[in-house]
Each structure stands twice: as C-alpha cells, then as structure tokens.
C-alpha cells in the first residue's frame, strides 16, 4: 500500500512511515480500515491547513486595520495642530487686530481642514472592513460538503 506524500506536510512526509497491515481486501483494492485511515489523515492535514488559512487571512485583516488606525491617528494628530494654531491665531487676533492673527487663522483652519479629512477617511475605511474570515468560512464549507461527499 502507498500513501500520498504530497498530501502530508512536510514535517509529517519526512517522519511518517507506515507499513500496511494485513487486510482482508480483494485484489489491489484497500479495505475499509485502510480508507477510513486515509480519511482520517486527509482530514487531520485538511484540518491543519484550514487553521494555517485561517491564521493567514486573520493576519493580512489585523494589518490592514492597524494601518487603518495610525491614519486616524495622524490624521487625529494633525486636527489637533489645527485646533491649537486656531487658539493662538484667536489669542493673537484679540492682541493684534488681525494682521499676525488672520495668518494664523488661516494655516490653522486649512490643518484642521486636513486633518478632519484624514480622520474622516480613517473612520470609513474601518467601518466599511469587513474581519471575517471570507476565504477560510468558504473553504470549510467546501471541506464539510467533501466529507459529506466521502462518508456517503
């Protein structure tokens, strides 16, 4: 009887060997035992390989959201630069009447503008991202219809 190597991970193909037992098949046709065996190892490599997609994908989601997250950051850094040149163009437009305080209303209000952006798009981006798992939900769908196809 000869396994399949290429189904098994590496670490598994490399240590596993396994001699067949005496069975009471007729010609080359495995018995039961010897299917119900393979399917048990498929599915355990099946299984292994659904939590390394798994693993992937939760993995390419969390970056995504953490860049996501330092752009609201920034983005939340920046309307505050904003708000704090609005103050001191608000202090230095009641000292001076306007001159030195109407530049600083101006940078103030065109980085608050920026900022305000930069957080709005942070936030839209994040509410619009989906974490689940799409590829691996589809994936053990298709492995349980597989088994369901199997064990008929």
Do not use: H
């Amino acid at each position: 009887m000869q396994y399949d190597r290429e189904r098994l991970p590496e670490d598994e193909a490399n240590r596993v060997t396994r001699t067949p037992r005496a069975s009471a098949s007729v010609g080359n046709e495995p018995s039961l035992g010897d299917l119900f065996g393979s399917l048990a190892a498929d599915m355990s490599t099946l299984m292994r390989k659904e939590v390394s997609l798994a693993k992937t994908e939760m993995t390419d989601k969390a970056t995504t959201a953490g860049k996501n997250i330092g752009a609201l950051v920034v983005g939340g850094l920046v309307a505050y630069t904003g708000l704090l040149v609005l103050l001191a163009a608000l202090v230095m437009g009641l000292d001076e009447y306007m001159a030195t305080g109407l530049a600083a209303l101006i940078v103030g209000g065109v980085l608050a503008i920026i900022g305000g952006i930069m957080v709005m798009q942070g936030i839209n981006t994040l509410r619009d991202m989906n974490l689940k798992p799409e590829k691996t939900i589809e994936s053990l769908k298709e492995d349980k219809e597989w088994l369901q196809e199997q064990t008929k």
